[in-house]
């Protein structure tokens, strides 16, 4: 089980748009709709963001949003806002009822 | 609404083994499963492994078999994480996860230190 793998960082203005990237393979994120993002601030639990690729939890603002295409998912912030700079995981279902996390990526906003 | 309280800070040497427990509140204790998930400092999100608390079942990482022993006890709503021949490379926050859609509810996180 290989962590999946994500940009270490992503940078946006207040208003823009960023998207996060994780790639895995068709063992993990290809194989199966079970990708769930993470947003961790620092010295805090994560929370849950975004699950079985694109839905979001109650609470969950929609400028976050999810989506998949072959072995990689992707996490787009929309309208970004100074209280989205954290670190952000994504965790996909690896079969076997195993999980694996991405390797973490971490949004500054300018 | 869901709730896990997690056990305390632990200080532990080389070799020897921490049990990490986690009170659930909030809901029935026995319908969802518990996942395990570690954090050593700077790092990633590393998952250990999952428990079904109405059965008992367990899955764990690869990285963990043989070495990781996740439990329950159903009366007290409480599951455990023991983990077993601690090195200095477990030292890390420890969570327990209440899994409903995804990872939905986190413990508040159990600092475990392997230090001689």
């Known amino acids: 089980q290989s962590a999946l793998t994500q940009p270490r960082s992503v940078s946006g203005s207040p208003g823009q748009s960023v998207t996060i990237s994780c790639t895995g393979t068709?063992?993990?994120?290809?194989?199966?709709?079970?990708v769930s993002w993470y947003q961790q601030h620092p010295g805090k639990a994560p929370k849950l963001m975004i699950y079985?690729?694109?839905k979001r939890p109650s609470g969950v603002p929609d400028r976050f949003s999810g989506s998949k295409s072959g072995n990689t998912a992707s996490l787009t912030i929309s309208g970004l806002q100074a209280e989205d700079e954290a670190d952000y995981y994504c965790?996909?279902?690896?079969?076997?009822?195993?999980?694996?996390f991405g390797t973490g990526t971490k949004v500054t906003v300018l | 609404q869901v709730q896990l309280v997690q056990s305390g800070a632990e200080v532990k040497k080389p070799g020897a083994s921490v049990k990490v427990s986690c009170k659930a509140s909030?809901?029935?204790?026995?319908?969802?499963?518990i996942n395990w998930v570690r954090q050593a400092s700077g790092q990633g999100l590393e998952w250990m492994g999952w428990?079904?608390?109405?059965?008992?079942?367990?899955g764990y990482a690869q990285k963990f078999q043989g070495r990781v022993t996740m439990t329950r006890n159903t009366s007290i709503s409480t599951a455990y994480m023991e983990l077993s021949r601690l090195r200095s490379e477990d030292t890390a926050v420890y969570y327990c996860?209440?899994?409903?859609?995804?990872?939905?509810?986190w413990g508040q996180g159990t600092t475990v230190t392997v230090s001689s």
């Open positions: 996860v209440y899994y409903y859609y995804a990872m939905d509810v």
């Open positions: 909030g809901y029935t204790f026995t319908s969802y499963d």
């Open positions: 428990m079904n608390p109405n059965s008992g079942n367990t």
């Open positions: 068709s063992s993990d994120v290809g194989g199966y709709n079970y």
């Open positions: 079985d690729v694109n």
């Open positions: 965790c996909s279902y690896a079969g076997s009822y195993l999980y694996v």
